[in-house]
T-cell receptor, first 111, second 116 residues
Framework: GQNIDQPTEMTATEGAIVQINCTYQ??????LFWYQQHAGEAPTFLSY????GLEEKGRFSSFLSRSKGYSYLLLKELQMKDSASYLC????????????FGTGTRLTVIP | DTGVSQDPRHKITKRGQNVTFRCDPI?????LYWYRQTLGQGPEFLTY????????KSRLLSDRFSAERPKGSFSTLEIQRTEQGDSAMYLC??????????????FGPGTRLLVL
């Protein structure tokens, strides 16, 4: 089976840096995705890692360690609009290549 | 690129009624997925199409659920004899197996179903 863990809630201050961790245990790992989801809206693609290391894209960076089953999403220069849920999802090597999601981390950015 | 669209955005129905949702994927995407999301949870995979062929179904997809993608473009998800436990957000996603960011799934806005 698949098991994906991430913290339920986090709070951070506007302008600060926050790191959201994700650990996973899966069979047939084929990539890790981070999505942002505002309340009542669809998940929006943020980043994709399939090899170990850091992927940077503007204020957002994502890191993967396949040997440790660990990823994190780093958000810099936090803005109020970054308040949302952040979903960690693992793609498994099946015919569908479907995604298995964690429960999401609800981030609240405070002034 | 107009993104993935879903219709309706909201549906309220009485227990026992049938409902049908529609998803229009990104036009060049050959892969289409349906997920279900309940409050406080991440999306859960329901089923997958490659072109018009339904290639995989989750155990979550009971006999009351059926999905089609008749011409390999839009897809429909039907729930027969709805139950209160079917209340959820139904998300559609599409991806391509070619090009930049191939296999990245892009989600539609979802259909929020409430069964009374």
């Amino acid at each position: 089976g698949q098991n994906i863990d991430q913290p339920t809630e986090m709070t951070a201050t506007e302008g600060a840096i926050v790191q959201i961790n994700c650990t996973y245990q899966t069979s047939g790992f084929n990539g890790l995705f981070w999505y942002q989801q505002h309340a009542g809206e669809a998940p929006t693609f943020l980043s994709y890692n399939v090899l170990d290391g850091l992927e940077e894209k503007g204020r957002f960076s994502s890191f993967l360690s396949r040997s440790k089953g660990y990823s994190y999403l780093l958000l810099k220069e936090l803005q109020m609009k970054d308040s949302a849920s952040y979903l960690c999802a693992v793609r498994v090597q099946t015919g569908a290549n479907n995604l298995f999601f964690g429960t999401g981390t609800r981030l609240t950015v405070i002034p | 690129d107009t993104g993935v669209s879903q219709d309706p955005r909201h549906k309220i129905t009485k227990r026992g009624q049938n409902v049908t949702f529609r998803c229009d994927p990104i036009s060049e995407h050959n892969r289409l997925y349906w997920y279900r999301q309940t409050l406080g949870q991440g999306p859960e995979f329901l089923t997958y199409f490659q072109n018009e062929a339904q290639l995989e179904k989750s155990r979550l997809l009971s006999d009351r659920f059926s999905a089609e993608r008749p011409k390999g473009s839009f897809s429909t998800l039907e729930i027969q004899r709805t139950e209160q436990g079917d209340s959820a957000m139904y998300l559609c996603a599409s991806s391509s197996n070619r090009g930049f960011r191939r296999e990245t799934q892009y989600f539609g806005p979802g259909t929020r179903l409430l069964v009374l």
